[in-house]
Nanobody, 120 residues
Framework: QVHLVESGGGLVQPGGSLRLSCAAS????????MGWYRQAPGKERELVAT???????NYAGSMKGRFTISRDNAKNTVYLQMSSLKPEDTAVYYC??????????????WGQGTQVTVSS
């Protein structure tokens, strides 16, 4: 069993910053890509950023230059540093990992989500 737990969400004023974390636990042999997605009310879930196990990153267009994804492989943790936040960044943020559990095949796992609200 693999579990992903996010933390770091909350209420922030426009222009502010937040740092999200997502840690994986369980019977894990390997982790490939890690990523962040978000879902605003009434909208579909969308990609925020991804990072491979070699450190290659990919960002959705509107997040480039404002968000930074990073990972700590020793801790099975991915981070999302968000700055210059805008009200339109308000959403539930989810982490997603591509995991090889011990004795099983590669699968995608999702965290439970953490709410980010950008408002004055």
């Amino acid at each position: 069993q693999v579990h992903l737990v996010e933390s770091g969400g909350g209420l922030v004023q426009p222009g502010g910053s937040l740092r999200l974390s997502c840690a994986a636990s369980g019977s894990i042999s390997s982790i490939n890509a890690m990523g962040w997605y978000r879902q605003a009310p009434g909208k579909e879930r969308e990609l925020v950023a991804t990072i491979t196990n070699s450190g290659t990153t990919n960002y959705a267009g509107s997040m480039k230059g404002r968000f930074t994804i990073s990972r700590d492989n020793a801790k099975n943790t991915v981070y999302l540093q968000m700055s210059s936040l805008k009200p339109e960044d308000t959403a539930v943020y989810y982490c997603n990992y591509e995991v090889l559990p011990r004795g099983r095949s590669w699968s995608n796992y999702w965290g439970q989500g953490t709410q980010v609200t950008v408002s004055s």
